[in-house]
């Protein structure tokens, strides 16, 4: 194997996870986004996560798309965590927990393909840190 094929082969991987972590990471906040607005009936927060989740937005979203291998991903077959949930408070805070865990391998993953982009993944972070404060 060459350099340059071993060089696109860990950037078609890279672009994998960055395409797996941007669809948790707008899946979790849509979550969190529809039980404030639909059971919580909080307008504020339900609004919040909502412009939060438009800034889940890439260039290039092909590029990532393209990567996406539902056949082959390892680890696509349901634990038994991720099939029970207690009540709403566990489903935001699962919810929560895998939005803030993506947004972090997104800001690690675009700092090797865009510091610009790696950036914006971190606010991201930070704010869904400050949001579950008020959840």
């Known amino acids: 194997m060459t350099i340059d094929t071993e060089r696109d082969s860990s950037l078609s ?3 994998r996870l ?3 972590n941007l669809n948790r ?5 849509r979550v969190l986004e529809d039980i404030e607005r639909f059971i919580c009936d909080n307008k504020q927060t339900s609004q919040q996560l909502k412009e939060l989740r438009h800034q889940c937005r890439v260039t290039d979203y092909k590029l990532y798309l393209h990567e996406r291998d539902i056949i082959g991903d390892v ?6 965590s991720e099939s029970k949930r207690e009540d709403i408070d566990s489903l935001k805070l699962s919810n929560m927990k895998r939005a803030q865990e993506s947004a972090r391998v997104l800001e690690e993953g675009f700092k090797l393909v865009d510091p610009v ?4 993944f971190k606010q991201i972070r930070y704010t869904l840190y400050d949001i579950e404060k008020s959840l």
């Open 25 to 29: 990471l707008r899946e979790g906040i």
């Open 18 to 20: 960055i395409d797996a």
């Open 13 to 15: 991987k890279l672009y």
């Open 117 to 120: 982009q790696a950036e914006v």
């Open 75 to 80: 680890l696509k077959e349901t634990t038994a």
